[in-house]
């Protein structure tokens, strides 16, 4: 069998690679991932896959890169559309729990990396990840007012949230028993982030 002729798939090839990838990745692991069934997914032969990412090592840090700077891409646009500190605490949120619904790899992707810790991953999200919060950080802090109470944890508060609806997206048909029928995970952003006035 040959290659594939020139324009039989729409998308080009480092694009599918990085796809199946990220899928693979998010569904089973970096350890237990096998570039052969990446290869297989993408459409094409492992020598093809190795011509392009010379390494799995290589193939995850851009994967994890890729997906860190979608979701950062994303952050910042929502964040440059308003200065009043409701709107950017909730549109922040949107944006996340929207991102972790395009992208389902990716929760537990960063979940498995944080807990197990086996995979190259964790020095790419200490990397990666801490400039994310960092910038959240200063967003919110700038655009707090009196809307937060004075030294409000404004990084704990994130964490919190973040951590949430990370375990809330990976937990697939855990979802409902774990955290009932409401799902109102703004709700949670609210009460978090807001001072409620009697």
Same mark, same amino acid.
């Given at each position: ?5 020139t324009?039989t ?5 480092v694009d599918?690679i990085?796809?199946?990838a990220?899928d ?5 692991? #970096?350890g237990?991932?096998?570039?052969e ?9 492992r020598p093809?896959?190795?011509?392009h990412?010379s390494?799995?090592h290589?193939?995850?840090?851009? @994967?994890v890169?890729r997906l #860190?700077?979608?979701?950062? +891409?994303n952050l910042a646009?929502?964040?440059? @559309?308003?200065?009043?500190y409701?709107?950017?605490?909730l549109?922040l949120m949107k944006?996340f729990l929207e991102?972790? +619904?395009?992208?389902p790899?990716?929760?537990p992707?960063?979940?498995r990396?944080i807990?197990?810790g086996t995979?190259p991953?964790r ?6 990840v801490v =400039?994310v919060?960092?910038?959240i +950080? %200063?967003w919110l802090a700038?655009?707090?007012g009196?809307?937060? =109470?004075?030294g409000?944890d #404004?990084?704990g508060?994130?964490?919190?949230v973040?951590s949430n ?5 990976s937990?697939? =048909?855990?979802l409902t028993?774990?955290?009932g029928e409401q ?8 009460? @978090?982030?807001? %001072?409620? +006035?009697?």
């Amino acid at each position: 069998m040959g290659r594939p002729r020139t324009g039989t798939h729409a998308v080009p090839t480092v694009d599918r690679i990085l796809q199946a990838a990220e899928d693979q990745f998010g569904e089973i692991g #970096f350890g237990q991932c096998r570039l052969e069934d990446i290869a297989d997914v993408a459409s094409i032969r492992r020598p093809s896959l190795l011509y392009h990412f010379s390494t799995k090592h290589k193939l995850y840090e851009a @994967v994890v890169h890729r997906l #860190f700077q979608a979701l950062m +891409e994303n952050l910042a646009e929502m964040a440059a @559309v308003t200065d009043d500190y409701d709107q950017r605490v909730l549109g922040l949120m949107k944006t996340f729990l929207e991102f972790l +619904e395009k992208r389902p790899a990716f929760a537990p992707l960063v979940l498995r990396e944080i807990i197990d810790g086996t995979g190259p991953g964790r020095e790419i999200l200490l990397g990666v990840v801490v =400039p994310v919060i960092d910038n959240i +950080e %200063v967003w919110l802090a700038s655009s707090a007012g009196d809307r937060a =109470p004075e030294g409000f944890d #404004f990084r704990g508060a994130i964490m919190q949230v973040s951590s949430n609806a990370l375990l809330r997206a990976s937990s697939g =048909p855990l979802l409902t028993p774990l955290w009932g029928e409401q799902g109102d995970h703004l709700g949670l952003v609210k009460q @978090v982030f807001f %001072v409620v +006035e009697n």
